[in-house]
């Protein structure tokens, strides 16, 4: 079965510093890969993804994310965080032949001023 | 052009008790997903719906059911409420099942049961 795992539940970023989010993933079929971000009360807004073609994948607000099938990962960077992107964020792998996903169990990242 | 809607934003039952959730697609999507996310989790697979069936399902027990309608809203109904069912659902909803369908998540329904 495809999973996918984020190490460190709470990840803290001084304001305008890097924003590194770890995401490896298991799957038996070539993987789609997913982020998404949660604000707080609200649901999940898709930031980027991979399905096939260019590995190293830009989404929105600034972020970027490369698939690295040797390294089974699919690591998500934004290089100055700001204030705004506290929230929590959650890798996801399709499953299967079908749009079913499969979650990480998110990071929380706290931005520091 | 209106997102997925979900209702109530927010419900508290009591153990033992049924609830009933509900989900508005995105216009011309047929196919509604449902996903529990219990507190500090990533969100989990409950079911999929698509053109008023049951096309796929989770490790939920049968307590978990739902209902597509020809409009293609659908409903989660969880009988016999335990404790651990508080969470906050959430329901995707795509053109289609393939692979290459992109799901857009609804606000969620915050259930509580106490």
């Known amino acids: 079965a495809q999973s996918v795992t984020q190490l460190g539940s709470h990840v803290s970023v001084s304001e305008g510093a890097l924003v590194l989010l770890r995401c490896n993933y298991s799957s038996s079929v070539p993987p789609y890969l997913f982020w998404y971000v949660q604000y707080p009360n609200q649901g999940l807004q898709l930031l980027l993804k991979?399905?096939?073609?260019?590995?190293l994948v830009k989404g929105i607000n600034g972020f970027e994310a490369e698939f690295k099938k040797s390294e089974t990962s699919f690591h998500l960077t934004k290089p100055s965080a700001h204030m705004s992107d506290a929230a929590e964020y959650f890798c996801?792998?399709?499953?299967?032949?079908?749009?079913?996903?499969?979650f990480g169990k998110g990071n929380q990242v706290v931005v520091i001023p | 052009d209106a997102g997925v809607t979900q209702s109530p934003t927010h419900l508290i039952k009591t153990r033992g008790q049924h609830v009933t959730l509900r989900c508005s697609p995105i216009s011309g999507h047929k196919s509604v997903s449902w996903y529990q996310q219990a507190l500090g989790q990533g969100p989990q697979f409950i079911f999929q719906y698509y053109e008023e069936e049951e096309r796929q399902r989770g490790n939920f027990p049968d307590r978990f059911s739902g209902h597509q309608f020809p409009n293609y809203s659908s409903e989660l109904n969880v009988n016999a409420l335990l404790l651990g069912d508080s969470a906050l659902y959430l329901c995707a909803s795509s053109l289609g099942t393939g692979s290459m369908r992109e799901q857009y998540f609804g606000p969620g329904t915050r259930l509580t049961v106490t």
């Open positions: 991979y399905t096939t073609g260019a590995t």
């Open positions: 996801a792998v399709r499953t299967g032949g079908n749009n079913r996903l499969a």
